[in-house]
């Protein structure tokens, strides 16, 4: 809890500025904006252990080594000094393939970055790169608003994104864990995916997704003919009207908790936020500012 507060509190710079020490580390960026770059082995460079980025995809590793072995790393990583080595702040994958491609020294940029401050770029870099998955993107942002307070506005002006873009992804993150890993190998689009986030049982209908190889469209029909176990409880949702429902979806892929907004006229109503972790109590408590007493 209170490291959490911290980070909130710590930021020195904000998004914006950090997005530019990313951006002028690109082979678009002038002479006069680009940083002085200096070469460094890379046995002198160590993995970030906080990475957001879990999954390096081994087809698309071998394919940048490649290119590497012709034509060198061109964009140059961002690190930062950790004792009598260089921890990398932005570009594990670029470090990792040029192992691979037996390169022995990889162009850098050296930044005095804070903690709080690896952290956010290294989810910044991941989100503007053009191959996450959206479980991934999602992800990211769910990192930037949790631990650093940012708003999805915020995130949308900052990241040149739409806010609808990253409220749908965001949404994503409501879905079990085998959906989202079928979402993250592939075997689903986020078109599925966000066809499937209403569903009763969204594993089930996945899997059958997967298994006849649906479209998008095909998985909306399915949906609307699917059996709904739970009838009192669907009904109580429909008999919703679409602005408070649209509210409902917005608030649980903020909180990535499920939602119930109950409007009784004149202004007043109840909102329930349920969760099903002690971490996720841990995490609303985090942004309510109330530590958890257990």
Excluded at 52 to 60: E, G, I, K, L, V
Excluded at 72 to 101: N, S, T, Y
Aim: proline share 5%; net charge neutral.
């Amino acid at each position: 809890m209170t490291d959490r507060k911290n980070e909130r509190r710590g930021l020195g710079r904000g998004l914006s500025a950090l997005m530019a020490e990313v951006s002028v580390a690109s082979p678009e960026a002038s002479g006069a904006d680009r940083p002085r770059e200096q070469s460094l082995p890379v046995e002198k460079l160590v993995a970030n252990p906080d990475q957001p980025r879990r999954h390096f995809d081994d087809t698309a590793l071998a394919e940048l080594s490649m290119s590497i072995r012709e034509k060198g790393v061109i964009q140059p990583l961002i690190v930062r000094p950790k004792g009598d080595m260089f921890e990398i702040v932005a570009g594990e994958r670029r470090w990792r393939a040029a192992q691979r491609a037996q390169v022995h020294e990889v162009p850098v940029i050296i930044r005095d970055f804070t903690d709080t401050e690896v952290l956010e770029v290294g989810i910044i870099e991941n989100i503007q790169r053009a191959d996450l998955n959206p479980v991934e993107e999602a992800m990211g942002y769910r990192a930037l608003i949790d631990r650093f307070g940012h708003t999805q506005e915020h995130l949308s002006q900052a990241m040149g994104k739409s806010r609808s873009h990253i409220a749908n992804l965001m949404r994503l993150l409501t879905l079990p864990a085998e959906v989202q890993t079928m979402l993250r190998e592939g075997k689903l689009t986020a078109g599925h995916a966000r066809a499937l986030i209403t569903a009763e049982d969204p594993a089930m209908l996945a899997r059958k997704v997967v298994l006849e190889g649906l479209s998008v469209r095909q998985t909306e029909s399915l949906l609307k003919t699917a059996p709904a176990p739970n009838k009192k409880a669907k009904s109580k949702s429909y008999g919703k009207d679409a602005d408070t429902r649209a509210l409902e979806a917005d608030l649980s892929a903020t909180l990535g908790m499920a939602i119930d907004l109950d409007y009784a006229g004149g202004g007043k109503g109840t909102l329930t936020i349920s969760f099903k972790t002690m971490e996720q109590l841990d995490r609303l408590c985090g942004i309510l500012g109330t530590p958890v007493r257990t």
